[in-house]
Nanobody, 120 residues
C-alpha cells in the first residue's frame, strides 16, 4: 500500500553533514508518524527520530542536538538533517511510517534503507 524510497546516504568524514530523504508513494493518506531508524552491523535497530502529523518530534539521546527531522506532507516526504556526524553514526538508515485508517488501524511500513558511513 505504501512504498518508501530513501536517498541521501553516502560516505562522509567525521564532523560532516548529510541530509536523508524519504519519499512515500501509494496509499499515503492517514500517515500519522514518520520516523528514521538505523541499524549498525551486529547491533539492534534503533529509533533515531520521529515526527507526528502535527509536527511533534522525538530524538534518541545520540541524535539530540545534532539531527533534525522534518516532514513535508504535500510531498509525502520526511527528512533527516544530520550534522556533526560521528563514526558511531555509521549504519543503514531506514525510513518508517505508521499509517492509521479505519480499515488498516495501525500499519507500519519500511523502506529498504540507505547506507551512511562516517569515516574517522
Amino acid at each position: 500500500q505504501v512504498q518508501l524510497v530513501e536517498s541521501g546516504g553516502g560516505l562522509v568524514q567525521a564532523g560532516g553533514s548529510l541530509r536523508l530523504s524519504c519519499a512515500a508513494s501509494g496509499s499515503t493518506t492517514g500517515i500519522e508518524v514518520m520516523a528514521w531508524y538505523r541499524q549498525a552491523p551486529g547491533k539492534q535497530r534503533e529509533l533515531v527520530a520521529s515526527i507526528t502529523s502535527d509536527g511533534s518530534t522525538r530524538y534518541s539521546g545520540s541524535a539530540k542536538g545534532r539531527f533534525t527531522i522534518s516532514r513535508d506532507n504535500a510531498k509525502n516526504s520526511v527528512y533527516l538533517q544530520m550534522n556533526s556526524l560521528k563514526p558511531e553514526d555509521t549504519a543503514v538508515y531506514y525510513c518508517n511510517v505508521e499509517r492509521i485508517t479505519v480499515s488498516s488501524w495501525g500499519t507500519s511500513y519500511w523502506g529498504s534503507g540507505t547506507v551512511v558511513t562516517v569515516s574517522s
